[in-house]
Structures are given as C-alpha cells and as structure tokens.
C-alpha cells in the first residue's frame, strides 16, 4: 500500500502570497519582516483552528525561522526541526503555502516534516531530542562527500533535558564539526520544564542583555564603588579568572560549544547578527534564542499547556469545538481512577515524562504532589526510577504515551522486568492516534512487549473495563502494562461492569457462535461486535471473544476453539507482525490448529496522518471492514 500527499489550493495575499521559497526573504526589509510574521500567524491560528494541531509553539518560532532562513541557505545548509510539531512556519516558506490549509487532514500536508513532502524537509521527526545527533551525522557526510554548507539543529529547552541530547552535545564538541545548534528556548515543554538544565537555563534567561562573556564580567566589576573598572583590567588579564562563576553558557563551552546568547527571539536585527556570527564560525556553536510560546494569540500565551495541541476551536474565545456526546476518555479514566486508588494506598505514585496533561494526571499531580513525578523528557529514567521505587516498597504508575515507550524498552526488560517488580505501564494513545500520524501511532507495543518474561499485558474494551483492570493492576504482585486508546470506545456491551473482578489470563465470551471464532483485542471490540451482528444477519454464527489478557493469554479458551474446528479471526490496533494475531497463531498452531486464522490490524507498514475514523476505515478495521474482510476470506475458504 503506497499513500500519497493530496494539494488544495489556497491562496494568500499581501506579503505572503509572494514568498515561495526562502530566498524570497531575502530582498524584505525589517518592517516587511515584521508584517510578514503577522500574516504567518494569522494563518497559522486561521488553519490550526479547523485543523486541530500545535498551535503555541508554531506562534513562538515565527520570527525566529524567518531569520533561520534568511541567513542559512536551505536545502545546501540543513535544517533539522527538533521534534518537528513547530515546523508550520517552514512549511509555509518553503513552497507548501497553497497547500496549508490540508494541514494534518487525510492525505494533506503532514504536522511534522516529511522527507517525502520538500526537499527542504531533510529529516523526519516527530519524537524529541533527535535533532542534534541527526545534525551531527549530516554535518559527517557532507564532510566525508565533501559537499559543503551548514548543518543546524533547532531544539526546545524541553527536548534538550533528555539524555540523547547531551549524548550528541557530548559527541559534537568532541568532533568539532560545522554544527549550529539553535537553543529555542520558551521555558516551556508540554508540561513546565523540570530539573537543573531548565533552571539554568531559567538564570541565563535573567540577564539577557550581556550576551559576551567580557560584558557580563565588565557589568558585574564596574559596580563595585572606586576600584572596580581598575580591578576588572587586572582580573581580565588572568586567563580562566571567574569564568566559572560569571560566563553565560559554561555549560555549553565546556560540551566544546561556541555559546552566543541569550538573544531576543523577536529582534530581527539582533537575532540575524547571532545567527551569521554561528553561521561564519568553523566549529560548533550554539545559539541561545529567547522566544515566547502562544505568541501573537492571547488564549494561548495564557494556556500553553492546552494550546501546545489542540484540537479546533474557536478564534475569537480559545473554546474548543466540542463534537458529539461529552463522554469520558480512556485518558480522563485513567486520571480519575488512580486518584481514587492512591486515596486508600498511599504506597502508589504516579509517574510521566513531560505528559502530566496529556496522560491525565493533572488531578492527582494536585492532590497528591508529594507522589507525583515528572522526569520530562526521558522515558528512560522514568522507567528505571520506577523500579528503583518498586524495589524500595512502593506502587509506581508509569504514564507513558505507546510510541514514547519504544524509548524506554530495555528498562523494562533490564530494569522492571528481570526482577519482577511491580511497576504497572499505562500505555495511552495505543493504536491509531490520527491526524499526528506515523511517529505518534500507537503501533508496536504488543509486537515489543508480548515477549518479556513476568510482563502481564492488557486491553480494555471499554472505559469501565480499564477501571477495573486498573484496580487489578494495583494489586499485581509483578509487572502490568495496560494498553488504551486515545478518545472514547466504540463498545457499548459494558463488559466490564458485567465482570467486575479479572481473573489471570482468562478471556470473555462476550457471543456464542458456531462457525467461527472472533477474537477482537481491547476497543476493536466495538466494532468487532457490529460486524458480527452484521454476520449474524447473512448466516454466519460467530462467537466474539474478548481476550483481555495478551500476556498471559487464555489457551484454554483457544483451545475449545480448536477442538471444534472453528476458523479464527483476530482484530487488533497493533502492527501485524508480531502482534496480538500472530500470538494467537503461535498458539494455535502449537494445539494442532488447521481451520485457518484470519488476522485483521494494522498494515506491515506506516500508516499515514488523518482521523482515526478515516484510517480506519481505510485499512478496514472499522465495523464495515471487518465484515467485509471476513466475508471474503470465509468465501475464499470454501473454494475448490
């Protein structure tokens, strides 16, 4: 399956309608530059309003890629965007303007940069805290084919606490080669910054002005009444004198950096000056620009957090358009739950990595401070801490994103799982995300976690089943990971109120049926149960199994399924190779299974952006689907 990128037209006046690539901003002056800025973010909040997407960050950078563009001559100097979601201003200068309006819409202009949509999009990224080991491999092969120009990674103060950052600050002023690093900072990553970079950082911030470490030393000597400019004279003459003490960006000379800053992110003629001392300087270098989240929207400088992604709103009061019944997400469960949980054990603590919002702990983060941990940016130690904590007699809850666990796998196999402990994994956003698209899906964590020894491994179907596995996961005395979708369930059976208390590895028989055998993981069985009323109404007697457990899996039930030659089918949210199909495949095969399995997920590919009702309907795991895939494989079957 191939996807392709679909353009609609759009076209806008005034300065930006002249603007097709970044050369074009060459010839504007400052007062352009600055009309230019206010049309970029009218567009922005304009499309970001319809769309859904990262709105505070894109209204931060505006200035700040103008003059990255103006002084860097892309794509012979290359630009890689840390994480990505603030790249909107440079897919409007670089050629995408017409097509801004399909931003993050099925078949439009992805959220992030994509290799495959300009040749100005040099390096994917969707994930943070990438960009200056991607920058420093580039800056390697432009040296070794010796093709000359810059590399410059633009990165947020978030993204610069994970560990991979430092690794590549670490390896790149050892190498000493042509990178810039562009420090964005707006004090802010999805959640406030934590832990000593960003109170540094937050230090250097206060004194803005003193961008040298000669005025800065000057500033401080020159106030000391009568002697202070003699005394200034003779310790400058001393090599190393206080430089310690009183040089902004120590930090990063001594990672072997040439520090410039900090600069006001929204001074055209002061940023560009940094920014072509960077660009002239041999070595690397890196440029400390102060900018302001939500800027130019005052709904969003005054609710970053909210406005960092959002769904549509409206422009005039910052609201977001609400659709359909107000229902409560797996998320906002989640959230309640384990403030309830933690209320009669105070051995329980809540864990997340720079996502207190988007994992819904805001309320127990309130009301349980003292239990409550974010480690920003660095799944890695969330998760080791996390164990450290569980071997010292507490309950962790560790609130991590599907994609953002890829990070973090060897912590849980050498850190959690090895020893048994009893860390429970609340992996939200399992499954298709939407219009974030491939480097948000949820689409690989029952293919990396299904095979660790101790890891019990769950699916709700619905919001009151992930309740009660909640309350199980409580109580387990090893390893749990409970995988949920973003949003509400399709599932109406309310199964989980049905069977309160799980049992180990036991499924649920939520249909009898004769024919065939349906196995629908976690909220697939909404849609899987409509497909067999559908299949019902044709003839065909299927029984529908909630399988709750992945890990350990009910083999007694597949068992009976075997014994009566019933056909499998499985529906999952997961990437077909190695997922909940193939457990199930193993299984059977080894009970002498030869009925035949069918298995319905997610693609041996990258599915693209677009809403989750779309994609799904596309790959045909919507209800429709299902009984339309099903149909055809059991007509299949029975051919001569």
């Known amino acids: 399956m191939v996807y392709f990128c679909k353009s609609v037209a759009t076209i806008n006046p005034m300065i930006l309608n002249r603007i097709r690539e970044p050369r074009d901003l060459e010839s504007l002056s400052i007062d352009e530059l600055k009309q230019l800025s206010g049309e970029i973010r009218e567009r922005i909040i304009n499309v970001v309003s319809q769309n859904g997407g990262h709105l505070a960050s894109n209204l931060g950078i505006v200035e700040l890629t103008l003059a990255v563009h103006r002084v860097f001559h892309s794509p012979h100097d290359q630009i890689v ?27 439009g202009l992805s959220g992030f940069p994509k290799i495959c949509e300009s040749r100005h999009d040099i390096f994917n ?91 800065y030393l000057a500033h401080i000597l020159k106030q000391i009444p009568g002697f202070g400019s003699r005394l200034y004279n003779v310790i400058s ?113 809540a864990i997340t990595a720079a996502m207190k919002e988007g994992t819904g702990l805001n309320r127990f983060a309130s009301e349980h401070p003292s239990r409550f941990f974010d480690v920003g940016i660095a799944e ?22 599907s994609t953002f666990m890829q990070r973090a796998f060897d912590q849980v196999v050498h850190d959690v799982a090895l020893m048994n402990l009893p860390v429970v994994f609340c992996l939200d956003r399992a499954g298709l995300v939407g219009e974030d698209g491939p480097t948000h899906h949820g689409a690989f964590d029952i293919s990396f976690l299904r095979a660790i020894p101790n890891l019990q491994f769950l699916a709700p179907a619905d919001e009151a089943e992930l309740k009660t596995m909640l309350h199980y996961a409580a109580s387990a005395a090893g390893p749990v990971a409970i995988r949920y979708p973003r949003g509400t369930s399709a599932c109406s059976l309310e199964s989980g109120q049905r069977h309160p208390l799980l049992q180990a590895g036991k499924a649920e028989i939520v249909k009898e049926g004769s024919q065939i055998s349906v196995w629908a993981l976690g909220h697939t069985l909404g849609a899987a149960a409509r497909a067999v009323e559908e299949l019902d109404k044709q003839g065909i007697s299927a029984r529908l199994v ?27 949210e997961n990437t077909l190779p190695g997922g909940f199909g193939s457990l199930v495949a193993e299984h059977a095969m080894e009970l002498g299974h030869t009925a035949g399995i069918l298995r319905i997920g997610l693609p041996d590919e990258f599915v693209p952006h677009g809403s989750q009702e779309e994609l799904r309907h596309m790959l045909k795991i919507d209800a429709e689907g299902i009984k339309e895939r099903i149909v055809s494989w059991l007509k299949t079957r029975h051919r001569p």
């Open 546 to 572: 909630n399988p709750r457990f992945i890990r350990p899996f009910d083999t007694e039930l597949l068992a009976d399924s075997v014994r009566r030659n019933l056909p499998i089918v499985t529906v999952e």
């Open 125 to 215: 990224t969707g994930h943070s805290s990438t960009s200056i080991s991607a920058a420093q491999g580039l800056a390697i092969a432009k040296e070794q084919l010796q093709m000359g120009g810059k590399t410059i990674a633009v990165i947020g103060d978030g993204a610069l606490t994970a560990g991979m950052a430092f690794e590549a600050l670490n390896f790149t002023g050892h190498e000493k080669n042509d990178v810039v690093v562009i420090l964005n900072d707006n004090e802010m990553s999805i959640s406030p910054n934590v832990g000593a970079l960003s109170m540094y950082l937050h230090r250097l911030r206060l004194e803005p002005a003193y961008t040298t470490p000669k005025d």
């Open 380 to 401: 890695q130690h969330a998760v080791t801490m996390a164990a450290g904590m569980a071997r010292g007699g507490l309950k962790p809850f560790v609130a991590i994103y």
């Open 237 to 349: 003459r001393l090599e190393g004198s206080l430089k310690y003490l009183l040089t902004p960006g120590m930090l990063f000379e001594e990672f072997g950096f040439k520090y410039f800053g900090p600069v006001d992110g929204y001074d055209f003629e002061t940023l560009e000056r940094a920014l072509i001392r960077a660009r002239d300087r041999k070595g690397p270098v890196l440029v400390h620009v102060l900018t302001e989240k939500g800027r130019g929207y005052q709904p969003a400088q005054e609710q970053r957090p909210k406005f960092h992604g959002i769904g549509p709103f409206e422009i005039e009061t910052g609201k977001v358009k609400k659709s359909g019944e107000a229902r409560p997400t797996f998320t906002e469960v989640f959230g309640e739950t384990i403030c309830g949980l933690a209320q009669t054990n105070r051995k329980i603590v």
């Open 81 to 107: 965007w840390d994480v990505g979601h603030q790249s909107y201003t440079h897919k409007i200068i670089t050629g995408r303007a017409e097509q801004f309006a399909t931003l993050r819409t099925f078949g």
